[in-house]
């Protein structure tokens, strides 16, 4: 059965389940952003439970298996442990609570601390005659499962005596018969665990916790004001009442003797249940005591209880009720049962479950700890990660349980690293984005310019009476004059009306080979071509050939011959007015096409001068 349960959707990442796990069987792999559970190593303490602000984590419902338990015909009995007294202080009169259990259709409701009593009572035979060997007492599950995963070489030590739960089992199937089915109601977790290790008359069908059989009253809107009142079934415990506190077994078992004459250590808590195992292990022969461990303070806290830190309120609530109870009690009633039931065999076994890693070099221990920033020395530990010391948690990293993030100071100090450099970042990012708009500004205004520039071509180039063209290296149009496009003819002329200035056009479409291969020449040989007689049609055409930008950019002029007198010579007088009067402006546009502006004067006189030649010759 796998106990706990992470829902990933609700998962904040925050790895609070991961530092509050004793035994590190919630880890995150390196390459997953959420935690996973190893169900093998989990000790069912439910310490991964109260920690989840995000409520991601939460433990096997065991609700439905008992409604489908009460439903099934069978006869069902309900065996309660003795902390329902500090559970549940809202109910004034425990008779009360008792006809709840029963109206959910319990047939029988019995105490777990009549259990307590025979359990006790082994106990008491156990640590009187003990011959020299010592024990550690078996009543919390997860403490036993601790022993058996990560210290299986004690589970001889371990009290060989079943838990009250279990003895309890035993007392109501001799009494009610073997084929009860029987729920367990109590504070603990890691009970649902300990129900299936056991066959037979000590069997527990169902574990419920506290929180779940609220969670049944609230289902059946079950109230202690619509109930009468109903007392336990026989046998009723003893001072097994007092079994909540940590120290109650003994109590019962009248082995809790003063200080001096006390053979037996109590303690509780998750770091308390750790050290005196490991005391324990390093050699109890030394301490010579019989350890009484609980891993939650007593059962009073356990985590199938509601969520409340009032552990005295809780204890004065557990004593006022055994005081109460034993004003009335019948002891030789009780006697007569411890004797009925006395003969139940209530002994166990243990079984090596070994769940430890092999544990890293010294020297792979010291890498990690100097990769966190700590020490060698155990002491140095803030045990905000979840461990005892940043040794531990340098041989958890190593084993592959925890990552180094898992550490608190290290994560802060490397947030802040980052924080400090993702501002630096910002800063440079700001000066960055205030040079960006600055160059913005001024490619702006430079595409401003070359607008004007482009358009000053353009106007230039739609004014001269010669026909000019500018191609780019795949012969492309960049731009072309009325002229040009008249001298082309019609075909060009419909291109114009869809594609003005035939810009894009292939000039290999709109001249023949040994036209465009004069420009094919000037591209390919940056060497300009003057004043070419190249027949086309039916006239004569003299071409000049520019390089505007070596290999990348020609233009051309061409010039018809047949034009009359009167037309060239006005040709040659405005293409002079041109030169003298916008040089200047010639030099700005050819510099933006890649060239100087003495070719484009160039080109421009070699135009006048072959006019001139022409009309002497003439």
Not at 116 to 135: C, H, I, M, P, T
Not at 306 to 325: E, G, H, I, M, Y
Not at 440 to 468: D, M, R
Request: proline share 3%; with cysteine.
């Amino acid at each position: 059965m796998q106990l706990i349960h992470i829902d990933l959707e609700k998962c904040n990442c925050s790895q609070a389940c991961i530092r509050a796990c004793p035994v590190k069987a919630i880890t995150q792999q390196p390459n997953s952003e959420y935690p996973e559970i190893d169900h093998n190593r989990c000790i069912g303490c439910g310490s991964c439970l109260g920690v989840c602000q995000a409520g991601a984590v939460s433990y096997h419902s065991s609700v439905e298996e008992t409604l489908e338990l009460l439903k099934s015909g069978e006869e069902v009995a309900a065996i309660v442990d003795p902390s329902i007294s500090g559970e549940f202080p809202d109910i004034t009169d425990y008779r009360k609570f008792v006809e709840m259990i029963r109206t959910l259709g319990f047939a029988h409701v019995n105490e777990v601390s009549f259990g307590v009593d025979l359990v006790a009572r082994e106990y008491q035979k156990l640590f009187s005659n003990f011959k020299g060997k010592y024990y550690v007492t078996s009543n919390c599950p997860s403490v036993v499962s601790y022993v058996e995963k990560y210290f299986p070489e004690m589970i001889n030590n371990l009290s060989p005596i079943v838990t009250p739960m279990t003895a309890t089992a035993m007392v109501v199937r001799k009494k009610f018969g073997e084929n009860l089915k029987v729920v367990f109601i109590g504070p603990c977790l890691s009970a649902k665990d300990e129900a299936h290790r056991h066959e037979g008359p000590g069997k527990v069908d169902v574990a419920l916790t506290f929180h779940e059989l609220r969670e049944l009253f609230a289902k059946f809107n079950i109230k202690e004001s619509t109930v009468e009142y109903s007392d336990f079934d026989q046998p009723i415990g003893y001072l097994g009442s007092l079994y909540p506190l940590s120290h109650g077994i003994l109590d019962a078992a009248n082995l809790n003797g003063s200080t001096l004459e006390s053979n037996i250590f109590t303690t509780d808590g998750k770091n308390n249940m750790m050290e005196a195992i490991e005391e324990f292990n390093d050699g109890p022969e030394a301490i010579k005591k019989h350890f009484n461990i609980f891993y939650d303070e007593g059962c009073l806290m356990g985590p199938g209880t509601s969520q409340s830190s009032k552990k005295f309120l809780r204890q004065s609530l557990v004593v006022d009720f055994a005081k109460k109870r034993l004003k009335s009690f019948d002891k030789k009633l009780w006697e007569e049962n411890m004797a009925i039931y006395g003969e139940l065999d209530l002994s166990r076994t243990f079984k090596k479950d070994d769940q430890r890693l092999e544990m890293p070099s010294e020297e792979k221990i010291e890498e990690i700890l100097k990769s966190v920033g700590k020490t060698i020395t155990e002491k140095a530990a803030c045990s905000a990660c979840g461990f005892r010391s940043c040794r531990d948690f340098a041989i958890s990293v190593s084993q592959g349980l925890s990552k180094s993030e898992t550490c608190l100071t290290w994560s802060l100090k490397n947030k802040q690293d980052y924080i400090k450099t993702l501002k630096n970042n910002n800063e440079r990012l700001r000066k960055k984005q205030q040079e960006f708009e600055e160059n913005e500004k001024l490619l702006k205004t430079e595409n401003q310019k070359i607008k004007v520039k482009s358009e000053t071509v353009s106007s230039l180039l739609q004014s001269l009476p010669s026909a000019a063209v500018i191609v780019d290296d795949k012969f492309k149009v960049i731009e072309s004059n009325k002229a040009f496009i008249n001298i082309l003819g019609e075909d060009a002329e419909m291109i114009n009306d869809v594609i003005p200035g035939l810009i894009g056009a292939d000039l290999k479409t709109l001249l023949p080979y040994n036209v465009y291969n004069l420009f094919g020449y000037v591209m390919q040989k940056d060497e300009n071509i003057i004043g070419r007689d190249v027949n086309y049609h039916e006239g004569l055409l003299n071409i000049s050939v520019f390089s505007l930008k070596p290999n990348k950019i020609v233009g051309a002029v061409f010039r018809d011959m047949y034009v009359a007198e009167v037309r060239q010579e006005e040709i040659i007088n405005r293409v002079s007015e041109v030169i003298d009067e916008n040089l200047k402006m010639v030099q700005q546009i050819a510099f933006s096409l890649g060239e100087g502006a003495s070719k484009t004067e160039k080109m421009l006189n070699s135009i006048i001068e072959t006019y001139k030649k022409i009309k002497k010759t003439e």
